[in-house]
């Protein structure tokens, strides 16, 4: 998705104003004009298009806030925002609106039969859910998340979003994106020497790392199924060489982070899928992890937020979304999770562990979602290599 940016165009009367107060002063006597200041260096000149942002004044949406203020409360399930990040985003969020953030943490699946369950006993607890898109997406399709497609200030702004909130949902606003993930293979670089890191990605075929490498179990959620499916579609993988990698005698854990933990111990010395959301705590650490550059790509990817359907405070929960798109919000979070973020005019927080070729990436779309999660529910992987 390739940058379109922007700068603020606001027309006012100021200027004529000010005009008009210089020509009633009186005119100053002459003085000697200050020595030369020495020259000094000057910030580049931005080549990026002007942004246009929401208007500032919206009685619509003031009215949201209001409401939101009088719910006084919003709860989020989410993946991310664990330990001190999630005392970041509740403070930051309870400052500006004086609206109690209440984060609940786990994995997404976990949330997905949650929200389920709350939704049949009709004792709904969660208004908002964070985390892969992935997973919202199924969320979607399970009838469990809310259109919020009212007047959101961010949603009107142009040219600041590496991809537009709404990509993944344009029509009815369910799924809105908000932070950027790129997946890739890590190496421990204190167990491989690099002139033996992988450079492409029949490299992982050779001899020499069998019972060396760790892949994320496909059957404890559709991320890693999304991460064949972006990689078959461009013609990276294909089945045969699927079958290939899973004869190098792979380890299967259940998660990224647990992944990672094996990496960082030495248990493996490569990973098949990392994501650079999940490395930052391990680089902070100073673990001898590090991400690889292949040279025919990686997968770029989104994380994603989204109302739940018949939630008790939904003003509260447009609110809460809306803030996350905000140059403040996207600063606070970015930040606080070392990350990323989908809007350009923040800075990329990511430690250096983390960063790949931005510009080789394959980029995921909704029919790759859809087809991932099915693979997921077929148990796609399992079938094809026999396990």
């Known amino acids: 998705m390739r940058p379109r940016l922007s700068l603020t165009i606001i027309l006012s009367g100021a200027l004529s104003v000010l005009l008009l107060f210089a020509a009633c002063q009186p005119t100053p006597a002459p003085t000697a004009a200050p020595p030369k200041a020495a020259p000094s260096a000057t910030a580049p000149t931005s080549t990026l298009p002007p942004v246009r942002q929401a208007q500032a004044q919206d009685p619509a949406w003031d009215k949201v806030v209001e409401a939101a203020k009088k719910e006084g409360k919003v709860t989020a399930y989410s993946f991310n925002w664990v330990g001190d990040t999630g005392l970041s985003v509740e403070k930051a969020f309870e400052s500006k609106y004086g609206i109690n953030l209440e984060i609940i943490t786990g994995r997404g699946a976990e949330f997905q039969e949650r929200i389920k369950t709350e939704k049949r006993l009709r004792q709904q607890v969660g208004d908002f859910t964070e985390g892969s898109t992935l997973l919202n997406n199924s969320m979607k399709l399970d009838g469990l998340l ?170 509260a929960t447009k609110v809460l979304m809306d803030w996350l798109l905000s140059k403040e919000g996207q600063t606070i979070t970015g930040k606080a999770q070392s990350m990323q973020m989908l809007r350009k005019d923040v800075p990329d927080f990511r430690p250096k562990a983390a960063q790949v070729q931005f510009s080789k990436t394959f980029v995921e779309n909704i029919d790759n979602l859809n087809k991932a999660t099915q693979m997921f529910r077929d148990k796609w992987f399992d079938k094809l290599v026999g396990r």
């Open 146 to 315: 809310a259109d919020v497609s009212a007047d959101m200030p961010t949603l009107k702004e142009t040219g600041v979003w590496f991809a537009e909130p709404t990509a993944i949902d344009p029509q009815a606003k369910t799924v809105l994106l908000w932070r950027l993930i790129v997946f890739s293979p890590y190496v421990n670089t204190r167990l491989v020497k690099p002139e033996d890191v992988p450079k492409s990605w029949k490299d992982f075929l050779d001899p020499k790392w069998v019972g060396k490498m760790s892949f994320t179990d496909p059957n404890i959620g559709p991320g890693t199924n999304q991460y064949m499916v972006v990689l078959m579609e461009n013609g990276i993988w294909n089945e045969q060489y699927i079958k290939a990698l899973y004869q190098q005698k792979l380890l299967f854990p259940g998660s990224v982070p647990d992944e990672f933990n094996m990496l960082a111990r030495g248990e493996r010395v490569l990973m098949i899928r990392g994501s650079d959301s999940d490395v930052g705590k391990f680089a902070v650490e100073g673990a001898p992890v590090q991400a690889i550059d292949i040279k025919e790509g990686v997968v770029y990817s989104t994380g994603s937020m989204a109302a739940i359907a018949g939630g008790p405070n939904p003003n």
